[in-house]
């Protein structure tokens, strides 16, 4: 069964530094999400993309983050000079369509020291 | 904004049903679904209803009343492999919302 893919699994980074998670969605899939997870909280919607623009984004998506489509497999998330608070688990996530379900990679834990 | 709401535990014997109420306050609604989480790990995608009515999948169902704006998941026959977080999550164009999901203990 096809599923979504993220690399790294953990990253641990300084406060300040530049951190890019990777993801590799489902591959007849077309809508692109990140999300993340704060421990013990809810999951929160941070950015959606589709034909190599953002659909949609939240308000903690602000100018740190970005998220690119840089060729025909991966996705990814950059968070530039990362914040204690960034600290969380981020998940990808891909669907079909925009009002499809939506299938979850397994998270990068980012770790910000 | 969006806002919902479903209780924080849950905790059954195996072999018993629980049932997960959601209710939720949004703009955009599409439809509701479900997911269940363990330990942090990848949510899972578990059911959709997007029209009034009982969806039954195994062992799960899941209801929705749009005209209530309240939703909930069934869990049959409980199992302890059930025993995880699950989110309620309403669907807008292009996001999920997540409410702060419950978490469901199974005890032999």
Redesign the interface.
């Known amino acids: 069964e096809p599923e979504v893919t993220q690399t790294p699994s953990h990253q641990v980074t300084q406060m300040g530094q530049e951190v890019i998670l990777r993801c590799v969605p489902i591959s007849n899939h077309l809508y692109f999400y990140w999300y993340r997870q704060i421990l013990g909280q809810k999951v929160e919607f941070l950015v959606s993309f589709y034909n190599n623009e953002i659909s949609e984004k939240s308000e903690i998506f602000d100018d740190q983050f970005s998220v690119e489509r840089p060729d025909g497999s991966n996705f990814t998330l950059k968070i530039r000079s990362t914040k204690l608070e960034d600290s969380a688990m981020y998940f990808c996530a891909s669907s079909e369509d925009a009002l499809y379900e939506q299938y979850f990679g397994p998270g990068t834990r980012l770790t910000v020291t | 904004g969006q806002s919902l709401e479903q209780p924080s535990e849950v905790t059954a014997v195996e072999g018993a049903i629980v049932q997960i109420n959601c209710t939720y306050q949004t703009s955009g609604f599409?439809?509701l679904?479900w997911?269940q989480q363990h330990d942090?790990?990848?949510?899972?995608?578990l059911s959709?209803n997007a029209l009034d009515g009982l969806e039954e999948t195994g062992r799960f169902s899941s209801f929705l009343s749009r005209s209530d704006s309240y939703g909930y998941l069934l869990l049959q026959e409980l199992q302890m492999k059930d025993s995880a977080s699950y989110?309620c999550?309403v669907?807008h164009?292009?996001?999920?919302?997540?409410?702060?999901?419950t978490t469901v203990t199974v005890r032999a």
């Open positions: 599409y439809g679904s997911y942090g790990g990848a949510p899972t995608f959709y989110f999550a669907r164009d292009y996001k999920l919302s997540f409410g702060a999901g």
